[in-house]
Structure formats: structure tokens, C-alpha cells
């Protein structure tokens, strides 16, 4: 799923019927296809990124999504979509895009072809869309957004190593410091030595704090509980999934196919569906919830979105 383009339903602007039709979906192939979806996907509905386009700008193509889901379900259109066209020929067809579909014909590393149906008969369309069209499951939604706290996790400790190197060199003029200059400094801050310039003492003082800081860090936040939120008529229910060695689970997804899928159907038996969380599990969940989307917060965890949360464990 690396090419595949996932597209949160929370960035889409809805088209909305009858209204919004004529003046964004000009195509009435396309807007036939689109209505026979809905009579078969009841309550399913199309959008566009917003701001990606204007109110009046006219696409031949759209996502299809439920609003309570976390991604859209895919992306419909009618166009040519074949990449080499003969000169004034054109083959409209009904596409169906899909993180469901492997197109064996192409190879994976285009997401636009190796993940989309194409026909010329609009039922056929139509059945491709009912088919594939295909809800996100918990681990997908922890396996699409994996990466992203990779990210986050990862910049925390390149801040703490930038201001680790900032200490060193200055106290002793090199951004990594030699091992046995290092042990002699903590044996001399450790029996309490006064250092003749005191700003040497302070600074020495906080690459100590530093450097410990930086070690229990390194191994605490590797492991995070992703809790998946959804609003039901009686309240909230969560989905709890134990994400252990984040950074290794990221790789195997993209490199190690294998291992990855050992890890995930593992993931999925452990899997915890409940409506009420854990005291310290719900605390962290709590700070993260009035935080901006995409924020993470240190010995917290990260907020993606309103309906997906990592915290440490």
C-alpha cells in the first residue's frame, strides 16, 4: 500500500445532491455513476479535497467515503485514464481506485494503475465500485499512519542530540565527546567538584541531565498503545491495538512483507474493542484530545486526528 494515495475523509469537501452536481461533476456518465453507487452503498457519499479545487471548478473525478471513517474508501472517475494515447482517440472509462485492488498488470510502484479497475460498461463499473469500495479495518488504519509517528518520534531525538553536541562542544570543543574525557567529567561532577568557571559546571551539569534524559527516552518511546475512537448512539467506543518497537513495524511494512504480516495478524488477535479505557491509557488520550490534529506531545504520545491516538505505553 506504499503508492497508495490515502486520503483522510476529514480534508474532503462534500458534493452534495442535487445542488453541488451540475457545476463540479459536468459529466452525466459520472454522475450516473456516482447515483448507482449510492443505491447500492447506502448512506456513502462523494467529495473533494478541499481547498485542492474552487466551489465552481468543474472534475471528472471524486472520493467516496462515510463520514464517520477515518479514509475515504477510494476515488471514482470517468476519463481516459491510459497514460499512452493514440492522437484524437479517446476512451472514456468508469475507474474505480482502491487500496482493495492489485492491478497484476502493471507493476506496484505506480499507484495510479496498479491500484484501479477501469471499465467501459457502467454496471460493470458500478460492481467494481460496490466491491472494492472497501472500509478501512483497525490495523489498516494503524499501518497508514505508522509512518507519521516515526516522524515525530524520530525529531525528538535529533533535538535531543542537537543539544547534546551543542554542550559537548563547548566543553571540549567537539560535538561528540572522547569516552574517557566523558568519564572523568562524570566522576569529577559525581564527587562534587567545583570547576574554576562555573559556567563549566552548569553546562556540564545539563549534559548530564541531558544525556540521561535522552537514554530513558530512547527506550521508552518505542512501544504505544493506537486507540481508535468512534461515536456511537450511547457514547464512545475505542479500539486499543499494541503497537510494540514502532520504528521496526514501519520498516517491515515497507521492506519486510513477511515479518510485517506475522507482526499484524499477532496485532489483530491482541486486539481490544471497549467502551470504557484504561485510568492511565485515558488520561493521555484526554491531554491529546484538545490538541490541533498531528500533534505530538513527549512521554504523551500523538494525536492524528479526532479518531486516531498513540500513546506510550
Known sequence: MDKYMHVPTHTLREIR??????CTIPHLPLQAFMEGIKKQLRGIKFGVVDGHIGINTKVNYTFAYYPDEVFT???????????????????????????????NKTNPYNGDLFYRMSST??????????????????IDVMTTTLEGLVKHRNSVGQNENYEIRQLSSYLCDSGVMPANLRTELLHLHTSGHNFIDPVYGEKLDKYISASKEQAENSSMGQDYICVQVRTTSTGHEFTCLDVY?????????????????QRLTDMHAGT??????????????????????????????????????????
Not at 245 to 261: C, E
Not at 289 to 307: P, Q, R
Open 245 to 261: 518497537d514502532h520504528k521496526q513495524l514501519a520498516h517491515d511494512n515497507r521492506y519486510d512483507s513477511r515479518r510485517s504480516q
Open 73 to 103: 474508501r477510494g476515488k471514482i472517475s470517468y476519463k481516459d485514464c491510459r497514460d499512452i494515447k493514440p492522437r484524437g482517440e479517446e476512451k472514456l472509462t468508469f475507474n474505480v481506485s482502491s487500496k482493495s485492488i492489485e492491478n
Open 121 to 138: 460498461n457502467i454496471k460493470t463499473g458500478i460492481r467494481n465500485a460496490v466491491k472494492h469500495l472497501r472500509a478501512y479495518t483497525p
Open 272 to 313: 481490544r474493542v471497549t467502551t470504557e479505557l484504561p485510568d492511565d491509557v485515558l488520561a493521555k488520550v484526554s491531554v491529546l484530545t484538545i490538541s490541533e490534529n498531528d500533534t505530538f506531545l513527549d512521554g504523551v504520545g500523538w494525536k492524528y486526528c479526532d479518531e486516531v491516538y498513540y500513546v506510550y505505553k
Open 17 to 22: 445532491f442535487p445542488e453541488d452536481v451540475v
